[in-house]
């Protein structure tokens, strides 16, 4: 042991004895409790990344560990940050990508945060970590209050100027129509082409065969699907798959 180490012990014991055992206590209590959020944030970052990759599915709740790091995620700048990054990323494709300008060139977007933000149902519903409870979701829904994402927006207002074909694909039922009407105008959308929700004989289909599904209808009516932006993968998965596919963050639910 050399001389310094001997100094950095003598200076330790010194600390230890001036302090009185509550103290130590204390400070023990904190370090513990500062090495689990520690732990929880790295184990909650890695968790978001396997949703966001597709790699964890089927998960029902956010893990009740990660609570708080999603409420964070959501609340804080995080979630718009990396919205942002998912909007640059679409203008600078639809920026570089030849369009036909001849009312065919389509751009699908989901509605349910992608186009807009239910942060304002769940951040009273326990962020995700509470399993989904429909009825009380399609109350908020009938209220036509969601806001818009405001980087989705700043896409939307570009790809309309632009000359693309704006089509909504959502898995909100036809019977929601006039509110999600609502709520989109409210919200700062406009000029759509169309809007297609799950009819009747759409009930119980996955979302992936719902949306692939509709995906083929609309090139078989002569559209060239360039984008597709959705919150979940099941948006964008699928055959016809459009030919970029942007995956907007959500560790809050997953639909399969
Ligand atoms: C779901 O929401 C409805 C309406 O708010 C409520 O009455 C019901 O108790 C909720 N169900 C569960 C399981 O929490």
Redesign the pocket.
């Known amino acids: 042991m050399g001389p310094f180490r001997f100094l950095l012990l003598f200076f330790f014991l010194g600390v230890v004895a001036a302090e009185s055992p509550q103290t130590i206590l204390r400070t023990t209590t904190q370090a513990v409790a500062a090495s689990a959020f520690a732990y929880d944030h790295l184990y909650c970052d890695s968790w978001r990344l396997s949703v966001e990759t597709n790699n964890a599915r089927f998960w029902r709740t956010v893990p009740f560990r990660c609570s708080e790091f999603v409420q964070e995620y959501m609340s804080g700048a995080r979630y718009a940050s990396d919205t942002d990054i998912v909007v640059d990323e679409s203008l600078a494709f639809a920026r570089s990508v030849q369009i036909a300008n001849d009312g065919n060139d389509a751009w699908i977007f989901d509605v349910d945060e992608t186009l807009l933000s239910n942060v304002p149902y769940y951040a009273i519903n326990g962020f995700g970590t ?2 989904f ?1 429909e ?2 979701f399609n ?1 908020w829904v009938d209220k036509a209050r969601a806001p818009a994402l405001a980087a989705s927006l700043r896409l939307y207002e570009e790809l309309l100027v632009s000359g693309f074909q704006i089509i909504l694909l959502t898995g909100r039922n036809e019977a929601q129509r006039k509110v999600t009407v609502e709520n989109l105008l409210h919200a700062g959308y406009h000029s759509w082409r169309s809007l297609i929700f799950r009819e009747d004989s759409d009930m119980g289909k996955p979302a992936v065969v719902f949306k692939s599904g509709r995906r083929a209808e609309l090139e078989g009516q002569g559209f060239r699907i360039l984008a597709s932006s959705g919150d979940q993968w099941s948006d964008l998965l699928g055959f016809p798959m459009a030919q970029r596919s942007f995956k907007h963050p959500n560790p809050m639910y997953y639909i399969g």
């Open positions: 509470k399993v409870n009825t009380s109350e």
